[in-house]
């Protein structure tokens, strides 16, 4: 129906870069917000960026000045690009969509995650 493959973890030491790409797949029409999340060890995913089909973007505090969320709408594909990575930053991370179907409904697809690893 819909898939979300998520790319581009792996170990970086602290200060380097990471970036992630996220392409949605399937029957869909229109894809509205996209966004990255994470989990780490024991904690809670949260939020790290979003950004909506208009460009709009929303970044968690620890991230804002660091990470940079982008989108090509022709192509559904949403990247991460990840700057001044830092130990705490090391978690798995997951690709969400937000995406019209075609039956005035929105659902929420993830992706499979993708480990990324910041060692200091």
């Known amino acids: 129906q819909v898939q979300l493959v998520e790319s581009g973890g792996g170990l970086v030491q602290a200060g380097g870069s990471l970036r992630l790409s996220c392409a949605a797949s399937g029957s869909i029409v229109s894809i509205n917000a996209m966004g990255w999340y994470r989990q780490a060890p024991g904690k809670q995913r949260e939020l790290v960026a979003t950004?909506?089909?208009?460009?709009?973007?929303n970044y968690a505090d620890s991230v804002k000045g660091r990470f940079t969320i982008s989108r090509d709408n022709a192509k559904n594909t949403v990247w991460l690009q990840m700057n001044i990575l830092k130990p705490e930053d090391t978690a798995v991370y997951y690709c969400k969509g937000t995406i019209f179907l075609g039956d005035y409904r929105l659902y929420d697809y993830w992706g499979q995650g993708t480990q990324v690893t910041v060692s200091s």
């Open positions: 950004i909506t089909s208009g460009g709009s973007t």
